[in-house]
Nanobody
Framework: QVQLAESGGGLVQPGGSLKLSCAAS????????MGWYRQSPGRQRELVAS???????NYGDFVEGRFTISRDKPKNVAYLQMNGLRPQDTGVYYC??????????????????WGQGTQVTVSS
């Protein structure tokens, strides 16, 4: 089993910055990718950013260069630096980890894990 611990959310004014952290713990042979998704009332959960083991990064269209995702592989921690925050960025941000069930050289099977979410509120 794998657990994801999220932190770094809070209240910030428009134009401000926040840095989210996600630490994965448990039995982790290897991690294929980690990412952040967000959910707002009445809206569908959407991709914010993801980073793959080979370094490939994807961002949601709304990011527009404002956010940066990074990963500390030895510590199994992912970070999301968010700058230039807007009120429409408000929502619950969930960490995701796509974890190999065994060493990749043994099996390609993977399991998705989710954090409980951290609230991000952008308001004056």
């Amino acid at each position: 089993q794998v657990q994801l611990a999220e932190s770094g959310g809070g209240l910030v004014q428009p134009g401000g910055s926040l840095k989210l952290s996600c630490a994965a713990s448990g039995v982790i042979p290897a991690i294929y990718s980690m990412g952040w998704y967000r959910q707002s009332p009445g809206r569908q959960r959407e991709l914010v950013a993801s980073i793959r083991s080979d370094g490939r990064i994807n961002y949601g269209d709304f990011v527009e260069g404002r956010f940066t995702i990074s990963r500390d592989k030895p510590k199994n921690v992912a970070y999301l630096q968010m700058n230039g925050l807007r009120p429409q960025d408000t929502g619950v941000y969930y960490c995701n980890a796509d974890v190999f069930d065994r060493e990749p050289r043994i099996s390609s099977m993977r399991t998705d894990y989710w954090g409980q979410g951290t609230q991000v509120t952008v308001s004056s």
